[in-house]
């Protein structure tokens, strides 16, 4: 199996600054025990959540979206 070195941190864990959608999505369910897909996060980017210049999510940004977000009342 093949590591995509952008998207792992020395130590070989997730790269939160570059997470794809899939691997993002997995994280975030996880920690916060909600079933949270990537669907959902795909739905949150045609929104205009924050995405790497390559798909992929910065999750310190996107946190910081959602945030903003729920400001607004979304």
């Known amino acids: 199996m093949m590591v995509d070195a952008r998207n792992t941190t020395p ?3 997730l790269n939160p600054a570059a997470l794809s959608v899939a691997e993002a ?8 025990g909600w079933p949270i897909t990537e669907a ?9 959540a924050p995405a ?5 999510i910065h999750l310190v940004h ?3 979206w959602l945030v903003r977000e729920m400001g607004r009342g979304a």
Not at 52 to 56: S, Y
């Open 25 to 32: 999505a997995r994280l975030l369910a996880r920690a916060s």
């Open 11 to 13: 130590g070989g864990g």
């Open 40 to 48: 959902m996060l795909q739905a949150d980017l045609a929104a205009g």
């Open 52 to 56: 790497n210049a390559d798909g992929t």
């Open 62 to 64: 996107y946190a910081a």
